[in-house]
């Protein structure tokens, strides 16, 4: 089974009449990002996944409201993606996203568990401007790991000028691994360009877990952080990701099965093919004690 383990959701439901697509062209090198997505949208991109786990972010205390039409829901982007998530039961899981300067963080995070059914937790910590190893995050961590609850961490570079990248850098995540043993966490983007890092880490610590999401448009790089992910041997810690709506699951199938065609020609060493398909169909929900369908408390 194909899991998608890193998906955004969708801005709206059905495309309000007039609107154009809005691309933008700082994600990606290769191409614009259409940014104007529906949920037809989503599931298209989604194909041939058939599980997803789909989270926003709340980029500040209380997080902002959800940028939809008036018939999505109107309260905070976990109501949105509760609210996504519900209309497809067995598809999709949601996670929460909450920001730890928000004095309600830890209520949040009950709601979202008990009574919305979430199954993890989203942090961005340079785009949140937060400090990974202050306090108030870490009541988030033991409050995941205590509910079993995986936490999904962005890591690595960013293009928004005003997230600063130290806060999202791999060996944050070995900090907070040793103070949070039993935590299940995931390093976002093979934490690029630390990919080296980010394999240090995984390796190190039984309960972390990176996935390969927003790669492989710069193919050399991404060859290489798959040769080095070999050579450090935690292939079998890459989770499959897309970063929908940067990428979509078929397009990181395809290039991630043409991860060699770069070194062509040449003694450069190759990754594994089965360990590729080995990543592509990955058992993420097992690892990750994830559900599809499962809702209510846990």
């Known amino acids: 089974m194909i899991v998608d383990i890193h998906t955004h959701p969708p801005k709206h439901r059905e495309l309000p009449p007039g609107a154009e697509p809005e691309l933008n062209d700082k994600w990606r090198p ?16 989604q194909e041939p996944a058939q599980v997803s786990v789909v989270f926003g972010i709340a980029l500040s205390p209380g997080g902002p409201p959800y940028p939809a039409d008036p018939d999505w829901s109107e309260g905070n982007i976990n109501d949105a993606v509760a609210e996504f998530a519900a209309a497809h039961p067995g598809r999709l899981i949601g996670f929460a996203a909450v920001h730890p300067f928000d004095p309600d963080c830890l209520d949040e995070l009950e709601r979202c568990r008990v009574d919305l059914g979430m199954q993890g937790v989203k942090l961005g910590a340079n785009y949140q401007n937060f400090d990974p190893l202050e306090p108030r995050a870490l009541a988030i961590y033991d ?24 806060y ?107 360990a ?9 929900l097992g690892l990750l004690g994830l559900s599809a369908g499962a809702g209510g408390e846990r």
């Open 168 to 274: 999202a850098h791999p060996l944050v995540v070995d900090e907070i691994a040793m103070r949070y043993p039993e935590l299940r966490m995931i390093m976002a983007h093979l934490g690029h360009p630390w990919q080296v890092e980010t394999c240090v880490v995984v390796r190190k610590h039984p309960n972390v877990y990176t996935d390969l999401s927003a790669n492989f448009y710069r193919p050399f790089s991404f060859w290489e952080q798959m040769v080095k992910a070999a050579e450090w041997n935690v292939l079998d810690k890459i989770l499959f990701g897309s970063d929908w709506p940067i990428t979509e699951v078929g397009e990181s199938i395809e290039r991630l099965r043409a991860v060699n065609d770069i070194v062509e020609g040449t003694r450069l060493p190759r990754v594994d093919p089965d």
């Open 276 to 284: 590729i398909e080995a990543i592509i169909e990955r058992d993420s």
């Open 143 to 166: 409050y995941a790991q205590r509910h079993g609850l995986p936490i999904m961490l962005h890591q690595g570079t960013s293009p928004v000028q005003d997230a600063p990248i130290r």
């Open 30 to 45: 290769d191409r614009p990002v259409n940014v104007t997505t529906t949920w037809q949208d989503y599931f298209a991109g």
